[in-house]
């Protein structure tokens, strides 16, 4: 028996947070089948900065609604792919400014059409009409059972005809 499923309610938090860890593991897993050197816990910081950019690490975690610690995590993974740069601010020399690099462009024009995609089946699988947020959860749940999001993705970008290629 799942634990945390029989906690119900008091274990939503858990429950929410294992989702995610599922949704980004085949997400992850996609960009890998698909050659993209990507992951998915990188999407929003990037998506931002390919968007504004220079931004500080407490800009970003404002703008996600997440800690400094978790940007900071994240933007060391992104700086380490080449994906953004850091650099010292002007005015304060203390500061630390993020940007996108010219390889962080390169793959969000790479991966702009696969991300459609990736919203469109994530829509497809979360759709469900619900008289809660935990029995939503529980579909989101049992759908990922019966077939999971990387094989719903692989499935969906070869209807539409996409390479595997992101380019």
Request: proline share 2%; net charge neutral; aromatic share 6%.
């Given at each position: ?71 900071k995590k994240q933007a060391r993974h992104l700086t380490g792919a080449g994906l953004i740069r850091s650099f010292q601010g002007r ?77």
């Open positions: 028996m799942d634990f945390i499923r029989e906690l119900g309610v008091l274990a939503l938090g858990s429950r929410l947070a294992r989702l995610l860890e599922r949704m980004n593991r085949d997400i992850s897993e996609f960009y890998r089948v698909i050659g993209a050197d990507f992951e998915a816990r990188w999407f929003t910081i990037i998506y931002l900065l390919g968007r504004q950019s220079p931004m500080r690490i407490t800009d970003i975690a404002g703008r996600l609604g997440v800690s400094h610690q978790a940007v005015e304060d020399r203390r500061e630390r400014l993020y940007c996108i690099t010219d390889k962080g462009e390169e793959t969000i024009a790479d991966l702009t059409d696969v991300w459609g995609k990736i919203g469109e089946v994530v829509t497809r699988l979360t759709a469900a009409p619900s008289k809660s947020l935990l029995e939503s959860v529980e579909a989101v749940e049992k759908r990922l059972d019966r077939k999971s999001l990387l094989r719903r993705l692989q499935e969906s970008m070869r209807t539409d005809g996409l390479a595997s290629d992101p380019r």
